[in-house]
């Protein structure tokens, strides 16, 4: 059993910076892929980013890439997601998920959100304009 838990969501201007942070409970983090999504009221969950359990290799949707980048520190079992110039479109409850795989598969599916087996509880990330 992995228990996620994200911190570090708040209010922030647009143009702005916050950086999510999701500790593991377990030391079996190291062995995961580990991904972001966000959801707001009335929308499907999104793919947010990825990244695979060395590190060395991330994906981002589209939206995101060039302001969010991602992060992990294996030693500390913790993920990150940095967020810079941040628009009020960014506004949502950010998850972070573990995946049962340790690399970002070539079919994506780590993008729809299958293959992951824990979840956190999210932490509200909302962009004034």
């Known amino acids: 059993q992995v228990q996620l838990v994200e911190s570090g969501g708040g209010l922030v201007q647009a143009g702005g910076s916050l950086r999510l942070s999701c500790a593991a409970s377990?030391?079996?983090?190291?062995?995961?892929?580990m991904g972001w999504f966000r959801q707001t009221p009335g929308k499907e969950r999104e793919f947010v980013a990825a990244?695979?359990?060395?590190?060395?290799?991330?994906d981002y949707t589209d939206s995101v890439s060039g302001r969010f980048t991602i992060s992990r520190d294996n030693a500390k079992s913790t993920v990150y997601l940095q967020m810079n110039s941040l628009k009020p479109e960014d506004t949502a409850i950010y998850y972070c998920?573990?995946?049962?795989?340790?690399?970002?598969?070539?079919?994506?599916?780590?993008?729809?959100?299958?293959?992951?087996?824990?979840w956190g509880q999210g932490t509200q990330v909302t962009v004034s304009s």
């Open positions: 998920a573990a995946n049962r795989l340790r690399v970002l598969d070539n079919g994506l599916e780590y993008r729809q959100g299958r293959g992951y087996d824990y």
């Open positions: 377990t030391g079996t983090f190291s062995s995961k892929a």
């Open positions: 990244i695979s359990w060395g590190g060395g290799n991330t």
